[in-house]
């Protein structure tokens, strides 16, 4: 079953519109609205770094079926400067891409460079692995970065704890992320870029639930999960998924952050989650591997050299409509770039893909009967 909502003028600069909600979880079907177009959720959305993802142009990342792409606070203040961005109109003219963008905070460099930083209440220091320079960034310089890159969506500076990590360790980074959402809300300086805050606690469910609860009262324009992926496992990030999004505002989108595999997805939409993202489709195009409904293949194997079906049959990209799996599996083992071009155009395009079936599921009522498989056993992928 499925329970449909009516749609209003969507004129504002953000909205979130539900359309559909699943009546047996908490999956839901919406309308993002931003200043560069509306994302139809649930959505996955491609990882774009440093203003480009990986391998592939603007036109053949659109052709994916993508609508919102995602680059970093941290990777390109190092290089080229925001101040460059910014000169050249914003990141959507800098990297010519009209769709929505958001930027992570920075905040997942506090996790991942670990070794190169130090944690204090007014902020993080950084020593860059490119040449060591020292880099201070605080909750209000992450949002002046930002500001000045032009996103639409941005997000609140975050301390992401490790897994594992004690209770005490985690209610610490809980609560300095709490505060310096406080500091990015006052920093915030532009009318046409949406602030998300960002849910921690590691695997923590009360210290997750408190989270939720602490940033909803603050009526952000959306919400993300984050700490997850870190190196737990998957049961673990259903458990946290599970535990938090309910406990997040109805009608503001819902964004999973670092999570791309298909069983994740579901569960996560299963929650209520509307966005994702992840570097896995192009990170596994640079390994040869490619993502064929819900499988993972790689490529290079001896099986695909002599093998001249398309990669999938069924899907409509670029790749699989003009090669064969014989002739991505020679470019691969050739290691010429034209193969993790089309891998990667394939990969994007089967999780956004992916998740559109979803939608189309929900709004039909056939979420549980399409996709219940993967609520219950895990699925290899």
Known sequence: MVARFQLSNLTTPFSFQLQATCCDTHARVGLFSTPHGIVETPRFMPVGTLANVKTITPDQLQATGAQMVLANTYHLHLQPGEDIVSKAGGLHRFMAWDQPILTDSGGFQVFSLSELRTIADEGVTFRSPRDGQIIHLSPERSIEIQNALGADVIMAFDECPPYPASREHVMAATERTFRWLKRCIAAHQRTDQALFGIVQGGTYGDLREFAAKQLAELDLIGYAIGGVSVGEPPELIEHIVRATAP?????????????????????????????????????????????????????????????????????????????????????????????????????????????????????AGRFVVEFGHWLNEPKTV
Not at 285 to 291: E, I, S, V
Not at 330 to 342: A, M, N, P
């Open 247 to 363: 406990q997040l505002p109805t009608h503001k989108p819902r964004y999973l952050m670092g999570v791309g595999t298909h069983r994740e997805i579901v569960q996560a939409i299963a929650a209520g989650v509307d966005l994702f993202d992840c570097v896995i489709p192009t990170r596994l195009a640079r390994h040869a591997n490619a993502l064929v409904q819900g499988e993972r293949w790689n490529l290079r194997n001896a099986r695909f050299r002599e093998d001249f079906q398309p990669l999938d049959a069924t899907c409509p990209c670029y790749t699989c409509q003009n090669f064969t799996r014989a002739y991505l599996s020679h470019l691969l083992r050739s290691q010429e770039l034209l193969g993790y071009t089309l891998l990667s155009i394939h990969n994007i395009t089967e999780l956004v893909r992916f998740t559109q079936t979803i939608r189309q599921a929900i709004m």
